[in-house]
């Protein structure tokens, strides 16, 4: 990620710090941070570690105690509270929608204390029900009658009713079961490759975190940031103890599942034509140091056999191949390749653009990628 | 002699109802005005104090401390005791019913407004709601079920309490029980009371038919 | 200020204190009608309220006790009472004014003791039963102790309504701190009237403040903040008089 001039931030935090009356120990001392515009930052860490706290700062739903906060060029602590949250989307765990009101109003809410028309108004609130992947009969309805994944997604459609430049989203997955969660991860990176928001995402979920963010924020008690950085580069070098604890024993499967095969490159295999002799396909074999060979012309991949079947049949064959189960394309991940490997007996996985063979990755070879 | 009396007449007798019905009805419209008028008072009053003490939490103790006291001192003494100095008047009734509103309304009032979701105030200031707003648009209405519940139990209380009234000369129904025990008339008093809880479970059911219409979305999220 | 020393004399004339009309009688008369009345209705009410609430049977008839006793003033119960106790060869004065007072106790603490019964943590109740426990000693020993706040709030209220209602036992011939109030009306004397209502209002706020602190004393340390919360229900279950 390369540095962004100062100016261009759409979030700056400086030195902020807040300390809750009657408590002698900060909840947040002292943070630094910037997000510059069309960024997800997501702020991550154990309970207690202030990232709640530094999301509602922005929004000043809590006071900061000391330091400024700037919010698209605006300096928030110097603007009245209630006209600098209608300029921020706000989204909470527990929707916070108004259930004496219908989808439909839900939505409009912001825009209509903002003093648009209604005109405007439902035409904007038809677009974000769109938007957001919800059925335009469900304008009418009351939060009441929805499930908690269409609740969340009214939830970001009324973030985002007002068109703010700023969304604030305080672990808005977090009650719901985890199916529903990652089919709303995805929609909401589906969204921002659309609407380009600046998003402040809070969770304490790491491998949410390495998921949505652009950069990651690891913060540890006391809102001290122990690290930011993009999610690769977290996980190949935290920065301290505490940063690789939090990320987990599995951080090597979790970098590969950030890297898509496209990017590495992939290995033409120990593939021979049909027709080749039992010791062209055990030489072929041997340079792989494996007991087994594909069988395919340049740009197919048909199947595998043992060395054993083709010195038995005399030649190697083009029919009655040992299939490869899993077909990856170019854009599943390292870590959906692994899991490839290990689940067949060939222990590679063979790598495919449509019908077109591209190559195969070992496990050998993903491990240097990530040992590189 | 009199008991005699009382023991040997049917318990309603058909031809004093038919007879008097000019007098039952006098007596029901003066019963719903004491009752409106208390209710009215009450909630104004109730309101009035339920925003101080959500304003200010500290003030909260003392007001239902206070009110709970009004609540806890009988009617009939609390007419009593304001006699002397009120008379025997409308505004001694009044002074009483409205007494005994306070307490509940109040109570109602602060819990449902305290029990309104923190998640979704917290949403609404996130999205720019001023203090004055989230009241009116947001607290109040979310707070209804709880709050008409309230204006329920302090109707049909208030109906209640009326009756005492009569022995002050404002009773309303009451003045038939009252008349009935004079003259040892069961008739009387059964009108009186039969048409005291029918006055009751009306105003019930009205305030039951109001909550559906102010609070379409309770239903919503029952069928669900 | 002339209408103040009045009332001040009277109270200072100890002829009125003593003897079958004096303040001490009548308030001996007050509360232990009263206190009777309670005991009696507890009876009558509590068995049946635990069982029910036990079994978990009869809720709509729980819920409906109350709501009807709600509806009826206490007034016309007292004025019920009457024809009731000469049917029943009674006569007037106690039993009227009893009668009325045991009718008027019965719906909150019923009710009261049901749902305090039933609102008994279902998990509590089947942890007990998995132990091995009769039902028996799921109701005495689980279910009883946990109703009990509830239980002793209604009593409370209950009390405090009947108290109030004795009042109206002097409509009916009998006596108490009523007959003040009654006697006062009737001979137009406002130093009577005020004089009783003090009476009654202070005898009302004391058994309230009086069966609170039992309350606080009897109820089990750790049900006390649950006893806070449902207060109120209790409260809103019970008719004022």
């Known amino acids: 990620m390369t540095e962004i001039p100062i100016n261009d931030a759409m979030i700056r935090l400086e030195h902020v710090s807040k300390t809750f009356p009657g408590s002698g120990t900060p909840a947040v001392g002292d943070l630094s941070l910037e997000v510059p515009e069309g960024e997800i930052l997501v702020l991550v860490g154990p309970s207690g570690c202030g990232k709640t706290t530094t999301l509602k700062m922005i929004n000043r739903i809590i006071e900061p105690s000391s330091g400024v906060i700037w919010v698209a060029g605006v300096n928030a602590i110097e603007t009245q509270p209630h006209e600098l949250r209608r300029q921020i989307g706000y989204v909470i765990q527990q929707t916070g929608l108004f259930p004496h009101r219908t989808i439909a109003q839900n939505i409009g809410t912001v825009p209509r204390l903002l003093g648009w028309d209604r005109p405007r108004i439902a035409a904007r609130v038809e677009e974000l029900i769109d938007l957001v992947g919800l059925d335009a009969d469900m304008a009418n309805r009351y939060p009441g009658e929805l499930s908690g994944g269409q609740q969340q997604r009214v939830g970001v459609a009324r973030a985002l009713a007002a068109d703010p430049p700023v969304l604030l989203m305080d672990e808005p997955f977090g009650a719901v079961d985890p199916i529903v969660r990652m089919r709303l991860q995805a929609e909401l990176l589906d969204l921002q490759a659309r609407v380009r928001k600046t998003i402040v995402f809070v969770t304490h979920d790491i491998d949410e975190a390495i998921q949505l963010g652009d950069r990651v924020a690891i913060l540890n008690v006391g809102g001290v940031l122990e690290q930011i950085g993009s999610p690769e580069d977290i996980l190949r070098e935290p920065a301290n103890d505490f940063v690789a604890e939090f990320l987990g024993t599995d951080r090597g499967l979790k970098r590969l599942s950030l890297i898509k095969i496209h990017t590495v490159d992939l290995d033409p295999g120990p593939v021979v034509v049909p027709g080749t002799s039992p010791q062209e396909a055990r030489s072929v074999a041997a340079r792989y140091d494996v007991d087994w060979v594909g069988v395919g012309t340049p740009g197919t991949l048909a199947g595998w056999l043992y060395l054993t079947e083709v010195e038995h049949l005399g030649q190697v064959p083009e029919h009655d191949l040992r299939p490869f189960i899993s077909r990856l394309t170019t854009s599943a991940t390292l870590k959906e390749a692994l899991d490839a490997i290990v689940s067949t007996r060939a222990k590679v996985a063979a790598v495919f653009d449509g019908d077109r063979y591209l190559g195969m990755l070992t496990a050998e070879r993903i491990s240097a990628e990530i040992t590189q | 002699m009199i008991l005699a009396q009382l023991e040997g007449q049917p318990l309603v007798r058909w031809d004093w109802v038919a007879d008097h019905l000019d007098d039952i009805w006098a007596a029901t419209k003066e019963h719903l005005v004491l009752t409106g008028i208390a209710l009215g008072v009450g909630l104004i009053l109730s309101v009035a104090l339920s925003l101080l003490a959500i304003r200010y939490r500290k003030t909260y103790t003392p007001i239902t401390w206070i009110t709970g006291i009004l609540y806890t001192i009988p009617s009939l003494a609390l007419f009593s005791i304001l006699v002397p100095i009120t008379g025997l008047s409308v505004l001694t009734a009044e002074i009483g019913l409205v007494g005994y509103t306070l307490l509940i309304l109040i109570r109602n009032i602060v819990a449902g407004i305290d029990g309104v979701d923190p998640a979704i105030k917290e949403a609404a200031i996130g999205m720019g709601y001023t203090r004055l707003r989230l009241l009116i648009q947001i607290e109040v209405p979310l707070a209804l079920p709880v709050i008409i519940a309230g204006i329920r139990i302090a109707s049909v209380t208030t109906i209640g309490l009326v009756t005492v009234a009569a022995l002050i000369g404002k009773g309303g129904l009451g003045f038939f029980i009252l008349q009935g025990l004079r003259r040892f008339f069961t008739t009387e008093i059964v009108v009186g009371a039969v048409m005291s809880v029918a006055l009751a479970v009306a105003i019930d059911l009205l305030l039951v038919l109001a909550q559906h219409a102010l609070t379409p979305w309770v239903r919503a999220k029952a069928t669900v | ?241």
């Open chain 3, 1 to 241: 200020m002339e209408f103040l020393s009045e009332v001040v004399h009277f109270f200072a004339d100890g002829a009125n204190w003593v003897g079958n009309a004096g303040i001490l009688n009548r308030t001996l008369e007050h509360v232990g009608l009263s206190a009777f009345s309670m005991a009696v209705a507890s009876l009558i009410a509590i068995p049946p309220a635990l069982f029910l609430g036990h079994t978990g049977r009869g809720g709509f008839f729980a819920v409906s006790i109350v709501n009807i006793g709600r509806a009826v003033p206490s007034f016309a119960i007292v004025a019920l009472a009457l024809p009731v106790s000469i049917k029943l060869g009674l006569g007037l004065g106690f039993w009227p004014t009893f009668l009325a007072l045991v009718a008027l106790a019965l719906p909150p603490m019923f009710t009261n003791t049901y749902t305090g019964v039933r609102e008994v943590d279902r998990d509590t109740v089947e942890a007990g039963l998995g132990m091995g426990m009769t039902g028996w000693e799921v109701l005495s020993g689980i279910e009883l102790p946990l109703a009990s706040p509830v239980m002793l709030a209604a009593v409370r209220v209950a009390a405090v309504q009947v108290v109030a209602t004795a009042t109206l036992g002097a409509l009916v011939a009998w006596g108490g701190l009523g007959r003040y109030i009654i006697d006062g009306f009737s001979q137009g004397d406002n130093v009577e009237v005020f004089v009783g209502g003090v009476l009654v209002a202070l005898l009302a706020v004391v058994t309230q403040l009086f069966l609170g602190w039992v309350e606080r004393r009897a109820v089990p340390a750790g049900l006390r903040k649950a006893n806070a919360a449902r207060e109120g229900n209790v409260e809103a279950a019970v008719q004022v008089a």
